[in-house]
Nanobody, 115 residues
Framework: EVRLVESGGGMVQPGGSLRLSCATS????????MIWGRQAPGKDPEWVSG????????YYTDSVKGRFAISRDNAKNTVYLQMNSLKPDDTAVYYC????????WGQGTQVTVSS
């Protein structure tokens, strides 16, 4: 069974930082690209960042470029999202995602950016 467990969310002031983690199990982590997505209140879900299975390439939605950094540790079956210079618009539930014969999402972790 594919399992994704996010952690690291919380409340921070604008300009602050958080590091999200997604611990995975139930599949060969190093074989799969991983994605972070988010859903803000009242808005559609959007993808935020992705990373190739071997970490060789990363990609970001325009609104987070230069502020967020995705990484992975294939030995720990974990993907990370370092979020810097956070803005109120980054407030959302953040999910990690993998496609393995279908969609798999974690339960999400809440990030709130507010003064």
């Amino acid at each position: 069974e594919v399992r994704l467990v996010e952690s690291g969310g919380g409340m921070v002031q604008p300009g602050g930082s958080l590091r999200l983690s997604c611990a995975t199990s139930g599949f060969i982590f190093s074989n799969y690209d991983m994605i972070w997505g988010r859903q803000a209140p009242g808005k559609d879900p959007e993808w935020v960042s992705g990373i190739y299975n071997n970490g060789a390439r990363t990609y970001y939605t325009d609104s987070v470029k230069g502020r967020f950094a995705i990484s992975r540790d294939n030995a720990k079956n974990t993907v990370y999202l370092q979020m810097n210079s956070l803005k109120p618009d980054d407030t959302a539930v953040y999910y990690c995602y993998v496609w393995i014969r279908g969609d798999h999402w974690g339960q999400g972790t809440q990030v709130t950016v507010s003064s």
